[in-house]
């Protein structure tokens, strides 16, 4: 068996809580960014995240090399976590199915094979070829993060 050094940690929560006056929500964020950044009256959430891997070396000493793990961190282990994954289910041609776990994430399929789809305005791309786009996921203005199978009419354009 080898022996490894691991160095773990977790995500400590602090909030600041005030109030803004703004025209928008995003306006809102922006400044209470900016008095929360200026301001002391921190407090702790007593809540901390999942411990996770930050650095990993074989043998005995700091698993740290220039700033980086001496040895690469499995994605599952890392504070980020696996990456969402996109499944995308094709018969003859035709998408019958998407699947995603993991967090909402978005999806954009692009087919240039519009010969034969049915007929009305098409996109097109950055060199003014006709595309088919299909969008999954929340996509904006859509706030619903709930990601929808590709059945569920998808916006085409």
């Known amino acids: ?21 703004a025209e928008s929500v995003e306006a809102a964020c922006e400044r209470a960014i900016a008095e929360a950044n200026d301001s002391t009256a921190w407090r702790s ?10 650095a990993i070396a074989a043998g005995e000493g700091d698993p740290l090399r220039d700033g ?26 035709a998408i019958h199915e998407v699947v995603l776990s993991g967090a909402p994430c978005r999806v954009l399929i692009t087919d240039y094979a519009v010969e034969g789809a049915d007929p009305g305005p098409h996109e097109t791309d950055a060199h003014g070829r006709p595309v088919l786009a299909f969008r999954f996921g929340p996509w904006p203005p859509d706030p619903d993060p709930e990601i929808p199978r590709a059945g569920a009419s998808p916006d085409a354009g």
């Open 1 to 21: 068996m080898t022996r490894f050094t691991v160095q773990c940690g977790y995500a400590g929560y602090y909030a600041h809580v005030g109030e803004v006056e």
């Open 45 to 54: 959430l007593d809540h901390v995240g999942p411990t996770f891997v930050d």
């Open 68 to 93: 980086r793990s001496a040895l690469p961190v499995p994605p599952l282990f890392t504070e980020g976590g696996e990456t969402a994954l996109v499944h995308i289910v094709m018969e003859g041609g």
